[in-house]
């Protein structure tokens, strides 16, 4: 069994720190324009609503239940929009009125600027927390799969860590423009990967014993709830007000297919009997 565990958190370990590759890309590169920015946060907020909607709430459904899957999605969504009302943020700042600022040489220009930073923080924050929530099942996928041999272990490996790299992207960009921190960008974008093996060390030692399945599936539905809570709460705003509505929106959908089709690759690799 020991020696199971350790080849799956070695496949978990190439899958989840994939999300280190997208993060290179990001600092490799020039600090984007708030566009850019825009358009990358409608594409992380299509990643994140399929795999909310697509992934997560749909596992839910088809393993509990309609009603218990949907109770479980809504609870999510309710516990997080009270959370939400205690957190503080920003208001979002309109970007033509940073660029008003500029031309008259208003002080305040800098301040609106730092206010478009906490805005563009908290979001990647945001999206790096729901990334690390999705790898986490993964990471028990990876573990699963492996049992039923190295093949299916090594396949599943390398499909998620194609899927992560754009997650890493979704993650290190908005806290590298935030920040201006290459560090901070890579060393965020990493730590969400690491749920992966996280996963296969709860599922190996902890899940057997301590939880059930019906509860798992619960929670990872309302862990969907929270991430279509928070996307549409707080990216898509961000995302419109960047890169304008048109252009967000057609990022967003480009978002949910490409995830769709990372879903599909996943699915494929994996035995009849298993499912992400």
């Not at 358009?39 to 596992?59: E, K, R, T, V």
């Not at 707080?234 to 959908?253: H, I, N, R, S, T």
Request: aromatic content about 10%.
């Amino acid at each position: 069994m020991d020696s199971q565990v350790m080849v799956a958190l070695a496949l978990s370990l190439v899958g989840g720190l994939s999300t280190s590759i997208g993060a290179l890309f990001v600092i490799l590169c020039q600090t984007p324009n708030l566009k850019m920015l825009g358009l990358l946060q409608g594409f992380a907020a299509g990643l994140m609503l399929c795999i909310s909607f697509l992934d997560l709430a749909h596992n839910a459904i088809n393993s509990i239940g309609f009603l218990k899957g949907n109770l479980w999605f809504f609870g999510g969504v309710v516990f997080f929009g009270i959370i939400a009302n205690f957190i503080p943020e920003p208001t979002l700042t309109s970007s033509l009125d940073v660029k008003s600022k500029k031309k008259n040489g208003d002080q305040g220009g800098k301040d609106i600027m730092k206010k478009h930073r906490r805005q563009v923080l908290f979001s990647g924050i945001i999206t790096a927390i729901g990334i690390s929530l999705h790898n986490f099942p993964e990471g028990m996928a990876v573990f699963l799969g492996s049992l039923k041999g190295i093949r299916v272990g090594i396949n599943l490996a390398v499909a998620i860590a194609l899927h992560n790299i754009p997650e890493g992207v979704a993650v290190a960009l908005p806290i590298y423009y935030a920040t201006q921190s290459k560090w901070q960008a890579f060393k965020l974008a990493t730590l969400s990967g690491l749920a992966e093996p996280l996963g296969v060390v709860l599922v190996a030692y902890l899940f057997p014993s301590s939880l059930s399945p019906e509860i798992l599936e619960g929670l990872l539905g309302s862990v969907g709830g929270v991430m279509a809570f928070l996307t549409l709460h707080e990216m898509l705003p961000l995302a419109f007000d960047y890169a304008g509505q048109k252009q967000a929106v057609k990022a967003v959908f480009f978002g949910m297919a490409f995830m769709s089709a990372s879903l599909y690759l996943l699915e494929i690799s994996l035995p009849d009997e298993m499912s992400l």
